[in-house]
């Protein structure tokens, strides 16, 4: 892109353009990161009721592409049908997981749990590669687009945004108006208390951490409707790190933190590429991510508690 | 007495030393080392260039009998390790290759990265290191002595197909370079603005991505905003099918779009079906490329190797799978053609001796042509370009090379999707 | 020698015992030169993790920065004529400067965390510090450093060879010791008992008046200089390259997490026999079943994790609680 600072015309030009395109691409942010957020809500959910950062995060959400191909592929469905078997299999591969390892590891130091859910990843991986082979895959779902003048988008990521947001209200709804949601809510707040109250916290632990597989695995599907190329074993790796900063700018350890969280995500992400796209002399989306980084390091210092919970 | 007992003394030692002589000279077996990527990122490359080097194995054991090796015919032998992608098991490794394995020969890991880890080792321990994954021009400026490429270097990837456009549509002046943010993409992106701007092509866009991005669309976005000709892009695998998937939703139209490395594989068009119809992508090494004998004969040069299809069949015999090789195979099967001329040659399998041969060979097999320049550099063997077409990938330049006339310019995007095929 | 450097000694022997191991066996060389990696790293990894339980997810970031101390020095100055050695020793120097700027950022921003927010935090400044470089294009950015021929010309080609094969590993061996030598001094310092009590239960030492932060800062300063210091040696020195991709990759991190639980977090021989093990089983069995080794090692780590947390030697510390040899030996 040439540099800006040239004659007044050529400026309004570059404004319009850099307007537009600005426009464009924080649109584009705002559906991909409720989609991020989506994906990251079972990673919150986890850390605020079990403690325990899944640092297999990654590894979960391929499982959940890998569903979106299967059903695509073989029986030629769309998508949206891969969600509830999505769910339905995180939820079991959840339940597997916590009763074979997690549970014993609950009062353990980071440094067991870290390690524990990264080699839970890692053990994901190898199998996935084992049936599935390391081929990049992907699949074509031909929708229609739709032509916004800033930017175009088609109608695969428009489902995946409303599914994002729906189903975020259906968990919200859950948390709030449910005994079980408020049971796993009391928890998270203060375990103590919920005991006293009469929550079964044992099995609260098992169901979040159910729960929160669940939702992570079903949001690879979405994901896919998104960017439904490139699949293969070793994709997850890139969108735990996101999780990361997302889970953190919404608050560690609340799931709907985690949602808002990837829109504003989603929001920098984009945004600030165009911006350092003028800067002559770096690679733009090099500097998105260092920058979401710095985001991420401001919030820890700054506001661990999220920018988006109530203090 | 004594003088004779003296000389039965010398006459057997000579015997001893003519005998123990001839013993090291009677190699049974010569043996290729492979530190390989059988897991970990490159771990499809790793499977693809194992299968080819055991297809040309097989055929040289099989179907040439052997290497001739001082009137003997010696079997070629493959000993493999998983390199696992990461550098340090790679030193590890080579270097049991050498000294515990005793092989003939270690063939580099694939990616510039890995080839380069080896590299000291080998050189250290005066082994023999070919190079069939590492594109970096790089490599062969760091004045190593027993490195030989067989790949072809990463600078001239695009230069093919910006001679192609050139020819075809001298109309079409605007590039838009968009490449992956590592050492071998870049290469390709400086040689591909180099020759770009010596034919006279304006470059309107040059961007580059980082390595995993999951999100192209800021990029792309400000990419149609400049109003290109065609697309010259790419990096390694995923980051191809991502690139033309975004390109569709964005309804970015282009006369012709090349990406290195992903274009061609099979797992693109499955991935992406119809919208990869008139996609290209530069390669090594494609099936249909018409290399044989008869052209060998043609232009002077020897010919070794399987044929086309035989290599083709061997491949899928020593993967167990009804695979196609894509070029990692081709190459890496090359580069035991290459190899075993230069012992034949040589009539040794003594370092410096095999190194002057290969300095001085060139030759030409299933895989095209071969020829190193001093520092090692794979001169002599040319890309192809490639296109999808109706499903399938047609080698559309060089035009010596063709099976098929090129597609230009590509459908729209819409058109693909309404199923409109890249057949000329 | 003091008492409470006794110690040392088997320390000291393990390494010797290897180095002629690979020495004397012909062939072992370049195994024995990544298993001292793993020890060198396990050990210097633990200098933080072992004493303080706090989980720096973002480790590599020093050894990264440690390779390219060197790399930089080696590229800027080979130019100048008849420095040879001592342009490598400033590479050293460089490294560790480096490292430790980074780690006193690091340090400003994330040791006011705990727990998984730590982790988080270090993981941050990784990813952030890698992506810095590549856009910013510090250092070449992406392209990173190739400086073979820069090698050649400062110290000569054969002498770079043997750098790169045998010498680089020297060094490793070196860090190696002098990591495991600094934490012995610090075990059996006022830092040391500091740290274990910060580690058992740090609201409780503040409370004590403990001054928490500092000791945290050296023992974080600490770890990072020695990882500094190896990146400069086993990954400059033994291959004249760097790519920022590869220098900030996680899976070191995460190495060095499973060496130092192995052996045992926060015991002195921990490190070596975590890493003895872990370098051991992870070549053969790439030997033996090519391709599938990850697939077997990750359920081995879990089921480690949940049945042995205290690694091997934090095992054997508590079957020989109290007897001679925890004090002379074990530890």
Partial sequence: ?311 | MKRANLLMVGVLALFLILGSVSISYAISKIVIGHPACLSGKYAKAGEQAIGGIKACINWVNDVYGGVKLNGKKVPLEYKYYDCESKKEVVTSLTGRLITVDRVNVVFAPYSSGLTLRGAPIAESHKMLYMDHGGANDKIFAQGFRYVVQTIGPASRYHEGTLDMIHKIDPSAKRVALAYEDSEFAKRVMEGAEKHAKALGFKIVFKRTYPKGVTDLTPLLSALKATRPDFILGGGHFEDGQLFTRQMADLDINVKALSLIASATLPAFYEALTVLAEGVMGPSHWEYGVKYSKAEAQKLGLPWIGPSQDEFVSLFKKAVGKDMIPDYHAAEAGAQVLAYIMAVERANSVDLDKVRAELGKLKFMSFYGGWDIDDTGLQVGHSMVDVQWQGGKRIIVWPEEAQTGKLYYPMPTFKEKAQGKKAIP | MKQKYYPYIPVLLAYIVLFLIGKGVSGMWQLMSMLFFYCALGQAFNIFLGMTGYVDFGYVAFLGVGTYGMAITISKLSHIQGYGVLIIIAGFFLSMFMATLLSLAVGAVALRLRGAYFAIATIGVNEGFRFLIEGAKIWNGSEGIIFMSDLNRVIGSKTASSLCTFWADVFVVIIALLAAFVTLIYMRSKIGYALMALREDEDAAKVMGINVTKYKIIAFITSACFAGLLGASAWALKTPYVFPPEVFEIHYTVEAIIIVLLGGAGTLLGPIVGGLVYGLSKYYLSVIIPGFQLLIFAPIVIIIIILFPEGIIGMIKKGTKGKWIKRYIIY
């Fill in chain 1, 1 to 311: 892109m040439k540099s800006p600072l040239r004659g007044g015309c050529f400026l309004k030009g570059m404004h319009g353009m850099i307007g537009n395109q600005i426009l464009g691409n924080l649109l584009q942010g705002v559906i991909l990161g409720t989609v991020y957020g989506m994906a990251t809500m079972g990673l919150s959910l986890i850390f605020g009721v079990l403690k325990v950062v899944n640092v297999g995060h990654g590894a979960f959400i391929m499982v959940g592409a890998y569903c979106a191909l299967l059903f695509f592929n073989s029986l030629g469905l769309n998508p949206i049908f891969a969600l509830p078997v999505a769910f339905f299999l995180g939820g079991i591969l959840g339940l597997f997981f916590y009763y074979s390892a997690m549970q014993r590891l609950l009062k353990a130091p980071e440094l067991s749990t870290l390690l524990a859910t990264f080699s839970i990843g890692v053990l994901l991986e190898e199998v996935v590669k084992l049936i599935f082979g390391s081929e990049f895959r992907g699949y074509n779902w031909m929708v229609d687009k739709v032509d916004l003048g800033l930017t175009i988008i088609p109608y695969s990521k428009i489902y995946a945004f409303l599914g994002s947001i729906l189903i975020a209200l259906a968990l919200y709804i859950w948390f709030n108006k449910t005994r079980a949601g408020s049971a796993v809510r009391s928890v998270v707040e203060d375990e103590e208390g919920a005991r006293v109250c009469g929550v079964n916290v044992r099995s609260t632990y098992a169901f979040s951490f159910a729960l929160g597989i669940a939702i992570t695995v079903l949001s690879g599907v979405l994901l896919t409707m998104f960017i439904p190329v490139g699949i293969n074993p070793y994709m997850g790796g890139g969108y735990t790190l996101k999780a990361f900063v997302i889970a953190v700018l919404g608050g560690l350890a609340s799931p709907y933190g985690a949602f808002f969280g990837g829109l504003v995500f989603g929001l920098i992400e984009n945004g600030s590429y165009t911006i350092f796209a003028l800067i002559p002399g770096v690679e733009p989306f090099a500097l998105t991510r260092f920058f979401s980084f710095v985001i991420l390091l401001l919030i820890l210092l700054l506001r661990p508690e999220g920018i988006l919970s109530k203090r």
